[in-house]
């Protein structure tokens, strides 16, 4: 995912001269991940290495959009990007309704998120409702690398501000191939990746390879496993077709459980295919605590066990 999303960069770059990538030490040490590494080199000018001040890099972004640029703002970790909310809420989200339209903001902030790695406290966050939940964003989490490279396209080409959320476990734990020539991937759009018949199986990010693992494991039950690909807008039609198939769902996801994007889309299927249903949805999550320290921290996420459980309850009901 990593080399996946390097390259999307690279090739928005040469294809639009108003793409620059700025963030904390993206230029010659080529961020802490190695997301942009070399990217200097070739767009000397273009790639910003600025103060350690999220806020700033933000709210300069935003500015660089109204002007007329398209920035991609790198944030170094998840949990420092709550500094920005302050830009991200009261302008980056909202200049294209308070303009009446006149203006747009172009812009993406992207960031590694979510555990699995054994970082510090404030580097493994998995808070995607919080961005969804600010009218006027676009959030964006990729699950491989060939999506990585296709959405991150989309999400520079977009007229409008997305949030593009990293999940960290997997930057280097997928490997497959990936077009070396241009092509983008329709944000609010999900993926497939299995069908099946018995089970409606949904996740994103990091929880999608977790969720993989589970098919391999679970037997004669047939599972439709369902990559969201895109928090908001959410494609809720694929989502709701499966449970018309299915009837039974469960829900696998790094943030914690309660307010969470599970239990929005838990909302919408009891709003539109409640008599769909013949089992009560479950939801596999992280817990309602702060992500733990490293040795506790498998004990916080989601696993194959976890959502086989899951999967194995909602059968039996």
């Not at 700033?56 to 170094?76: H, R």
């Not at 696998?252 to 709003?271: L, N, W």
């Not at 089992?279 to 596999?284: D, E, G, L, M």
């Amino acid at each position: 995912m990593v080399q996946a999303i390097n390259a999307a960069l690279r090739q928005e770059m040469e294809r639009d001269e108003s793409v620059i990538v700025l963030g904390e030490d993206v230029g010659v040490d080529g961020g802490v991940f190695r997301v942009t590494d070399g990217l200097i080199k070739d767009f000397p000018d273009r790639i910003i290495d600025t103060p350690l001040a999220e806020l700033g890099i933000i709210g300069t972004s935003i500015g660089l959009a109204l002007g007329g640029m398209k920035p991609v703002a790198e944030i170094q970790f998840d949990g420092f990007v709550y500094s920005g909310l302050d830009q991200m809420i009261s302008h980056m989200s909202r200049i294209r309704n308070r303009s009446r339209g006149r203006y747009k903001c172009p812009m993406v902030v992207r960031f590694p998120y979510g555990g699995g790695i054994k970082a510090l406290e404030h580097h493994s966050e998995a808070m995607e409702a919080l961005f969804a939940h600010i009218p006027g964003l676009k959030v964006v989490i990729p699950s491989t690398p060939y999506d990585a490279k296709g959405l991150l396209a989309s999400a520079i080409r977009d007229p409008d501000p997305v949030i593009f959320m990293e999940p960290k476990r997997v930057y280097r734990a997928i490997k497959e191939d990936v077009p070396e020539e241009e092509y983008t991937i329709e944000i609010g759009k999900a993926n497939i990746h299995k069908e099946g018949s018995d089970v409606t199986l949904i996740a994103w990010g990091s929880a999608v390879k977790m969720s993989l693992d589970v098919l391999d494991k679970i037997g004669d039950i047939s599972v439709e496993l369902i990559d969201l690909r895109t928090i908001s807008p959410m494609d809720t039609e694929t989502i709701l077709n499966s449970v018309r198939k299915t009837g039974r769902v469960v829900i696998a996801h790094e943030e914690p459980q309660s307010f969470g994007t599970g239990a929005e889309i838990m909302a919408r299927i009891t709003e539109r295919e409640l008599l769909s249903l013949k089992a009560p949805i479950k939801r596999v999550t992280g817990y309602d605590v702060p992500t733990p320290y490293p040795k506790l921290e498998n004990y916080y996420l989601p696993n194959v066990s976890r959502v086989t459980k899951a999967i194995q309850e909602v059968m039996k009901f």
